[in-house]
């Protein structure tokens, strides 16, 4: 198997970065470049926020529910400019906005922080950033496996994410992402040292035999070609693909996982 995977990613060198787990295929293989967020920012709290906040002064109520939430704490304490952003962009909001044109703003703000800080996440929190966006890609996978497979290459979260909402992930979503802002604030991480590409195709040769034999080919085929998936059964294989390379990492204690994470991305 590690020789089919050799041949199918061979001549790979693109520049790594971002933080899904996918894009260590993809981007080897130039298919996806520049960096792109992690995660779709900030939970189903600013929705139950709003419905708490249907008063007259609309955004500046909201925005006292907001400052409840453990991530706007972080950006608030940590990243004074960055909360005065968020904070004139929700104040002046109508007392009709809809949840989804408030996640829109704050998810805005929050991907130009994590943008910033990313690179300084240290192993345990990457460890938990991953494993909520593996939640996220999981509950999409039978909704919009095309939207799976993109946000485990590092795309932003499609509109289907709307579809899986579920209040225990978008918990953990927001305790991920305040975790990142606190520590890349207060005790940056220095750079990892790039992960060898003989580990990445063990890694990956480990997550391709968990498939069945029919995917296995499909996916080789998928990486051999250099393209991206063209039908919906495509999608499905390659979500699982990603899942199953996202779960040979969470599988290993977050300071272990999360090490072999940060290596990754350092790849290049």
Known sequence: MNLILTSALSGAAG???GAGIAWLVGRLLRRRPGWLPILPVLGIGIALAIARSLQPSFGDRLMVEMDDLPSVQALKAHYPADYEALRSSV?????????????ARTAEVFARVLRRQIPKADAESIYALQQ???SYSA??????????VAMMEGDSAPPTI????????????????ARVLIQTATKPAPPPTPMPFEDLLRLSAAALATLPERDQDVTIAILREERDPRTPEENRIMCDFN????????????????????AMMAMN
Not at 91 to 103: E, H, K, N, S
Not at 139 to 148: I, M, T, W
Not at 243 to 262: F, M, N, S, V, W
């Open 243 to 262: 899942l199953a390379l996202t779960d040979q990492l969470l599988a290993l204690p977050p300071r272990e996982g999360g090490a072999k994470i940060r």
């Open 91 to 103: 104040r002046g909001l109508p007392a009709d906005t809809r949840a989804d044109d408030v996640r």
């Open 162 to 177: 709307a579809e899986v909402r579920r209040p225990d992930i978008e918990r953990a979503d927001m305790s991920a992402t």
């Open 15 to 17: 520049a790594a970065a």
């Open 132 to 134: 909520v966006t593996r």
């Open 139 to 148: 509950a999409l996978r039978d909704v919009d496996a095309r939207g799976c």
